[in-house]
């Protein structure tokens, strides 16, 4: 049987991995739009956590086995439809993730000044899309809507010494941004409650230990909380006490007056306030801050809701990050999409409809989780193609041709792919580069420059 994957980050790969490894004889091609490989492995896992990153050797081995082969360069809905795709292989995975965001709907939100957190997040790590993104950091107060990890990490990042971020593979051009950066104080908002934040506890504590930034937590929004979070599960249980323990503690007033008059720089949680405009500056040509809604909490738990009260509370700040999500997007009209939800229609994988499509990842269930969330979610798939192939739903009489027919329709459009081996050539040089600066890797993030290396 031939299977092909679209998408190249985790939930491909690891749909690609547990088909070869269950299956004998199964041929797996994975398709991308970019030259380079792994997706938010790369592109959405924060420099300075080089350890998650360490999946990247589980997913070279399966793009070197030899029943595997890899196309970048190759964006599938426009280069190549999904039924040319369907008439090329026996089976197609949809894995193409989560490539938008979600948008606030408030008055304001395109200011300059205002930026979504994946255009941010893809702009120091590399994205060729957001290479040019140029944010403006010469304002002293950051503010960034959600209290996710990716929220933190954007906090972290801007308030990381240099010399932290000087060893990882962030961007060159970020990191020459940051160094001018202004930025002293992040305010990270959310619409709920303590006990509703979405950050892991791994995540709170790194942000906590930061050096020269102190956490700014006030000990009114924590209070009674111990004997709520009693019977909650534990890792609940264990970041709401860490936060409340942060709330209480008192600030170490000695050691700033030690380190002289320089303010160290701080950040904060906020809660229960919900954007309703962004506010112009008096030009009227950028941000200068926000007005929120404050809410009260009807239910408990994860699935209380944020109801406006009615009072409303504005804050300075130069810079708005809005962290509330990623959102896929319809990837060809032959694929059933419910806009409604962000995600294809599917029941264990299988597309509601249309046999022998399949999907998995953030498409399939939405933009939640990790990559161990996404890994098991991507095993459930590729089980569900598995069981088609030994129940005969799948019919692999007809052979197919797999790339030999879409390399002619990538031929006749004048699309060049991209090989594993080619992908192998853009990782040395970034790596050979990355040594001289003392750093992992600089990323090269000009997509006409990756295809200049391999002499496309």
Known sequence: PRVCVVGSGPAGFYTAQHILKHHGGALVDIYEKLPVPFGLVRFGVAPDHPEVKNVINTFTQTARSERCAYYGNVTVGRDVTVPELRQAYHAVVLSYGAEDNRVLGIPGENLPGVYSARAFV??????????????DLSCETALILGHGNVALDIARILL??????RKTDITDSSLAALACSKVKRVWLVGRRGPLQVAFTIKELREMINLPGARAVLDPADFTGLENAVK??????KRLTELMVKTALEKPVEVQAAAAGAAAPREWGLKFQRSPQEVLPSADGRRARGIRMALTR????????????????????CGLVLSSIGYRSLPLDPAVPFDSQRGVIPNSSGRVEGVPGLYCSGWVKRGPTGVIITTMNDSFDTAQSVLEDLQGGVLDISPSREGFGLVESILHSRGVRPVSFSDWEKIDAAEV????AAGKPREKIVDPAEMLRIIGH
């Open 231 to 236: 019977d909650a599960p534990r890792p609940r």
């Open 432 to 435: 050979a580069r990355g040594k």
């Open 122 to 135: 893809g702009w120091y790590n590399g994205l060729p899309e957001n290479r040019d993104l140029k944010p």
């Open 297 to 316: 909490l009807e239910g408990s738990g994860d699935s209380a809701k944020a109801i406006p009260t009615g009072d409303v509370e504005e804050l300075e």
């Open 160 to 165: 990381s010494p240099l010399q932290l971020l």
